[in-house]
């Protein structure tokens, strides 16, 4: 095998990653996007089971939640529109129809996208963190509404410390392919 085989091989199976990493990030939000409108048309129908006058949920945690489910749901949009048109650039690459602009665009596009889909996490987490709170009284008491949301909060971060690292190689992939 040659040098430039070798090359070729090599950059197949970096375009390869990088297509595999944009379809991770469609996929993510997708799911996550569906999470939210589920969230957001159960959210008005729900009542506490919190008997204490003092923790119960007020207005403003309502207004809230659907605050972040919108949020939430803009910056999965954001990402997802990003990544889809990331994956035509591909088509782009593959015709050998390159740029300096284009590689720079596609870069902060895929930075963009990654960005946008942990911000619609942290949105979709604080949410959650709502609902619960909607459902089994304010953070301010002490009780199962705590153990709730430190759970979420905890297993949300232990899905990022796992899932940050290939989004990470999939953007130092991209870097390489200009």
Request: proline residues 1%.
């Amino acid at each position: 095998m040659s040098v430039t085989e070798d090359k070729a091989s090599s950059g197949t199976e970096m375009l390869a990653i990088y297509k595999e990493g944009l379809d991770d990030i469609i996929n993510i939000n997708t799911l996550f996007t569906s999470a939210v409108f589920i969230g957001l048309s159960f959210s008005n129908t729900t009542e506490t089971l919190e008997s204490r006058e003092e923790c119960k949920p007020d207005t403003g945690i309502a207004k809230r939640l659907v605050i972040f489910e919108v949020l939430s749901f803009s910056f999965f949009l954001l990402s997802t529109l990003l990544a889809k048109t990331l994956k035509l650039h591909l088509y782009v690459i593959k015709n050998k129809h390159n740029s300096n602009f284009l590689l720079l665009t596609r870069r902060l596009m895929l930075v963009t996208a990654a960005v946008g889909t942990i911000a619609g996490c942290v949105f979709l987490t604080l949410s959650m963190i709502d609902v619960v709170q909607i459902r089994l009284g304010k953070l301010t008491c002490t009780g199962s509404a705590w153990i709730a949301s430190g759970f979420l909060v905890a297993i949300f971060a232990l899905a990022l410390i796992f899932w940050l690292p290939s989004l990470l190689y999939c953007q130092r992939i991209a870097w390489k392919l200009g």
